[in-house]
């Protein structure tokens, strides 16, 4: 499944979640990740996660698709993080 990963947490826990969240994922915007992950993997992250955030301050937000196929990405300006696909 394809998935944009979106992050908001304290100021102490932002790098342990970026850490965390590029090991799965690719790291396109601040706090803003995506790329293509097995149900398996993704719930190993959100296990993983929920570890380092503070439930009663901190949020994370998983939009699914199918497929990458399936969104239209539009970047406007830098994009911070070019993702290529590599043979």
């Known amino acids: ?37 097995t149900e398996v993997k993704l719930h190993e992250l959100q296990i993983k996660a929920s570890n380092i955030m503070d439930m009663e301050a901190d949020s994370l937000i998983i939009f699914k698709s199918r497929n990458e196929k399936w969104l239209e990405k539009e970047v406007i300006g830098k994009e911070r993080s070019k993702v290529d696909t590599f043979l």
């Not at 394809?2 to 790098?15: C, M, S, T």
Request: glycine share 8%.
């Open 1 to 37: 499944m394809y998935i944009i990963l979106v992050y908001d947490v304290g100021e102490k826990r932002v790098g342990k979640m970026l850490k965390l969240c590029r090991k799965y994922l690719n790291w396109i915007q601040n706090s803003v990740f995506e790329g293509d992950i």
